[in-house]
Each structure stands twice: as structure tokens, then as C-alpha cells.
């Protein structure tokens, strides 16, 4: 049996929790749906800009190289999460394009740090611009996700 994330070892004292489905809709089941499960754990907060923050656990069925997380596992969790900072600061969206760079391995069982932030809205466009973290100065991967407003 894993040890339970810590996610309180991370949460900032400014940060509130965020209701997802209450804003969209249960239908996020892929990445967050599942608060016991055994590849995602995630809780949203907003942090004190405003800014959507997720903290993520990575279970060890995210597995891609040995150890660590899949590209595809950590994919999943900045699409779902920089699309839902766009929603959550008013958009509504679909992600049109997803563009991540992988700069460090992710080790499994950890709990990990998606910072967002909304950079520009240009029509129907929504940059959205993300950090997926150990909460310090370890940086796993970076992402600029385009979101295209469908309402
Ligand atoms: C469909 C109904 C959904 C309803 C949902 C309601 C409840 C929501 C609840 C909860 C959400 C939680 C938050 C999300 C979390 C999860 C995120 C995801 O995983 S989303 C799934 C993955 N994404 C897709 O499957 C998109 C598939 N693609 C499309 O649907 C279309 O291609 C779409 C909407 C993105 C664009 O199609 P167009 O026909 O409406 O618009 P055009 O005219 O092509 O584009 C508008 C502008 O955007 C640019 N654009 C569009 N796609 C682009 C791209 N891929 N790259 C660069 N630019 C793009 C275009 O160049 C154009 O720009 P110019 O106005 O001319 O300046």
C-alpha cells in the first residue's frame, strides 16, 4: 500500500480550495475524477492572485521510464488543469493546442505543483501558460496550452 500523498506538505497558507465540479460539471473523471485513485490525485485551489493551482499526485500507474511518470501522465494533468484555469477565470474552452516541455524525470508517489496563469485573451483565443513543479525549485515540465472559447 503507497503512503498517502501529503498534500498538506505543499498547500500554502493563502491558497483556497477550488470546487471543479461545481464550476464544470463531473464530467473531468480522466484526470481528477477519482480522489482515491491509484494513478491521479489532484485538489484545486486558487492561489492568492486569483490564479488556479493544483496540487498533483503522481501514482505509480503513471509509470512511463522507470520510477517516474509518463510524458502522456503528466500531458494529462497540465491539459486538464491549464484548461480548467481558463474556465475557471471565465472562459469557456476547449484546449486547441498543447505544447509542453519535459525538463526533469517526475518520481512516482510524489506530489507535484501545477501553477497557472491566464497571459492573454485575444478573441476566441485563451493563452494559458503552466508550471508543474515540486514546489520548490525543481521544474518537471512547462507548457503553453491554447485554448479556444466555444460558447
Ligand atoms: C465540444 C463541446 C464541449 C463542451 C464542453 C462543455 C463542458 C466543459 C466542461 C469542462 C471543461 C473543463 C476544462 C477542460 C479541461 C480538459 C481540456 C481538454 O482535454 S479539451 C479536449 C481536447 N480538445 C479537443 O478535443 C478540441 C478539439 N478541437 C475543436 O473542438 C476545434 O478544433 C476548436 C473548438 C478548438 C476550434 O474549432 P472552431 O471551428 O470552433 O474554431 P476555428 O475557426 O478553427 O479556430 C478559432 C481560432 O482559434 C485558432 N485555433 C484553433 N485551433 C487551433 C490550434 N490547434 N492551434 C492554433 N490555433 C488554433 C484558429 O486559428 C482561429 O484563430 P483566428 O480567430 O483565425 O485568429
Known amino acids: 500500500m503507497a503512503p498517502l500523498p501529503d498534500f498538506e506538505a505543499l498547500r500554502k497558507t493563502d491558497w483556497t480550495p477550488f470546487d471543479a465540479p461545481s ?3 463531473k464530467s473531468l473523471r480522466f484526470v481528477s475524477g477519482d480522489p482515491q485513485g491509484k494513478r491521479f490525485r ?3 485551489f486558487r492561489d492568492g492572485k486569483n490564479d488556479l493551482v493544483a ?12 520510477g517516474h511518470a509518463h510524458g502522456g501522465s503528466m500531458a494529462a494533468v497540465l491539459d486538464e488543469v491549464l484548461g ?3 474556465w475557471a477565470a471565465g472562459h469557456p474552452i476547449v484546449v486547441g493546442n498543447l505544447n509542453i516541455h ?3 524525470l517526475l518520481p512516482l508517489e510524489s506530489v507535484a505543483q ?11 483565443k485563451v493563452l494559458v501558460r503552466g508550471r508543474l513543479t515540486d514546489g520548490k525549485e525543481g521544474l ?3 507548457a503553453d496550452c491554447l485554448c479556444i472559447r466555444i460558447l
Not at 496540487?55 to 522507470?66: K, S, V, Y
Open 23 to 25: 464550476l464544470v460539471g
Open 84 to 86: 480548467l484555469a481558463a
Open 102 to 104: 519535459f525538463r526533469k
Open 55 to 66: 496540487l498533483a499526485w503522481f501514482g505509480e500507474e503513471t509509470e512511463g521510464p522507470p
Open 42 to 44: 489532484l485538489r484545486y
Open 140 to 142: 518537471y515540465a512547462e
Open 114 to 124: 501545477v501553477d497557472t496563469e491566464v497571459v492573454s485573451v485575444k478573441g476566441r
